[in-house]
C-alpha cells in the first residue's frame, strides 16, 4: 500500500497523475534495447557508471 508521506513510493507519469511506482522490466528492456540500435551505441553502454546509477 502507498503511503501518501512516503513520496519515494510515486511516480507522476505524463498526463501529471501520480501513480504507484511499478515499472514493467519487459517494457524497459525493450525500450533500452530501441534506444542502443537507433543511436548506434556500443553494447557497453550499459556498463557506463552515469547509466548505472540512474538505473538504481
Known amino acids: 500500500m ?4 512516503d513520496v519515494g513510493q510515486m ?8 501513480r504507484s ?3 514493467d522490466q519487459k517494457v524497459v528492456r ?3 534495447a530501441a534506444a542502443i540500435i537507433r543511436h548506434d551505441l556500443p553494447f557497453s553502454f550499459v556498463e557506463y557508471d552515469g547509466f548505472r546509477k540512474w538505473v538504481k
Open 21 to 23: 511506482r511499478k515499472v
Open 30 to 32: 525493450d525500450l533500452l
Open 11 to 18: 511516480l507522476v507519469d505524463h498526463d501529471g497523475k501520480v
Open 2 to 5: 502507498i503511503k501518501f508521506y
